[in-house]
Structures are given as structure tokens and as C-alpha cells.
């Protein structure tokens, strides 16, 4: 019950085209769902997040949205760039009980120019 | 300044071998944590501090040792460890555990010969 599912693993697109990576959870403690955004070599930046009391949350081309009855929700980035080659990773954690940021799997991200 | 600093940037050790990772911030945080990443994997919680006490431990083997000396520092001290523990070791702060966003270093990358 601790999982978040995250799909695709990988995901190949072209530059202007708009990536969407999926998550999935099933803890309704959930409370908070950071986005990550990695490059090799690099740790984890906080990338976008969202609580569940909103639908969707935008900043720059980056946009969450979030099914809080479906208990899933996305990240698309809008305008990809080859720049935005990197790990993504989405998370989830709760304000209270285990206060642990779990992690989905990870989509490795490539825009090719 | 949202800046985690962690040294060494690379270790190699050998498994009779002790050394230490080091972590560093100035955030005014008061939670610190710990996080062990495998080569395309998402990182998986190792101990987090909150103020300055240790607020889990997941059940990571003894040859790790964690240290906080003070708000603004945090050590790994590494004892015979295994060639399975060569993986990126990352730090992270965030204003308190739980919900707060968690800004992390760039990791130490270690291989156990």
C-alpha cells in the first residue's frame, strides 16, 4: 500500500511534443505529491507538487494534474526541450504517520531536437 | 540559497576499509536524510535525523553509521562494507520531516572494491 506506480519507464519524444508520465497510488494518507527532476550525476531537484485539494497546478511548461478519486496523477511538460532529457521522478509522502517520501520507479525522458 | 553540499564527490574503499560521508547546510533545516540510489532506480530512504535526533532507521545494516553533530551537519560512517554497497549516497534537508520539500545534494559516489 506504500507503492506508487509510475509509468512509462521510459519515453522518447520530439522536441514540441508534450511527454506524460503516469503515477499511481493507493494510500489515502497521502497528502503531498513532489515531482522530481534528476540528471545524471546530479541528486534529485523538487521539480513541481501538488496536494490533493487542487485538480491541476501549473508552472511553466511544466503541469500536474492530479485524480484524487482515481488516485493517480501526471506530469506533462508542455514545449519539451532537449533539455529536459533527465530522470523523473514522481513521489508521495503524508503528513503525518510515516512522513516518508515514497518513490516511484522513474521514467528516464528523451527529446530528441 | 537552497544548497545541500556533500563530500567526498567519489569514494572508492576497500571492504576492510572506514570512511566517512559527509553532508552540509545552511538552510536552517532541521531535518536531515539519508538516501542510497542504484544505477536507474529511485532512491530508497536509508535514516533521517529531525532535529538532530534519529527518527528512523530502515533496518539499514550496522557497517552504516549515521552522525548528526549539529543542525547543519550530517555524517555516514562506513565499515567494512560490502562490493553490493558501491551505489550514489545522497543527503537531503527539509525544513522539518514530513510534507516540507526536501532539497538534495548532488551525492557522494561510492564503489567497495
Known amino acids: 500500500q506504500q507503492q506508487v506506480k509510475q509509468s512509462p519507464q521510459s519515453l522518447i519524444v520530439q522536441k514540441g511534443g508534450i511527454p506524460i508520465i503516469n503515477c499511481a497510488y493507493e494510500?489515502?494518507?497521502?497528502?503531498?505529491f513532489p515531482w522530481y527532476q534528476q540528471f545524471p550525476g546530479k541528486g534529485p531537484a523538487l521539480l513541481i507538487a501538488i496536494r490533493p485539494d487542487v485538480s491541476e497546478k501549473k508552472e511553466g511548461r511544466f503541469t500536474i494534474s492530479f485524480n484524487k478519486s482515481a488516485k493517480q496523477f501526471s506530469l506533462h511538460i508542455m514545449d519539451s526541450q532537449p533539455g529536459d532529457s533527465a530522470t523523473y521522478f514522481c513521489a508521495a509522502t503524508e503528513s503525518y504517520g510515516a512522513q516518508k517520501l515514497v518513490f516511484g520507479q522513474g521514467t528516464r525522458l528523451t527529446i530528441n531536437p | 540559497d537552497t544548497e545541500v553540499t556533500q563530500t567526498p564527490k567519489h569514494l572508492v574503499m576497500g571492504m576492510t576499509n572506514k570512511k566517512s560521508l559527509k553532508c552540509e547546510q545552511h538552510?536552517?533545516?532541521?531535518?536531515m536524510y539519508w538516501y542510497k540510489q542504484k544505477a536507474k532506480k529511485p532512491p530508497e530512504l536509508m535514516f533521517v535525523y529531525s532535529y538532530e535526533k534519529l527518527s528512523i532507521n530502515e533496518s539499514v545494516p550496522s557497517r552504516f553509521s549515521p552522525e548528526c553533530p549539529n543542525s547543519s551537519l550530517l555524517n555516514l560512517h562506513l565499515h567494512a562494507l560490502q562490493p553490493e554497497d558501491s551505489a550514489l549516497y545522497l543527503c537531503?534537508?527539509?525544513?522539518?520531516?514530513?510534507?516540507?520539500?526536501?532539497?538534495f545534494g548532488a551525492g557522494t559516489r561510492l564503489s567497495v572494491l
Open positions: 494510500n489515502t494518507a497521502f497528502d503531498y
Open positions: 538552510m536552517g533545516h532541521r531535518a
Open positions: 537531503a534537508s527539509s525544513q522539518r520531516q514530513g510534507v516540507d520539500i526536501q532539497y
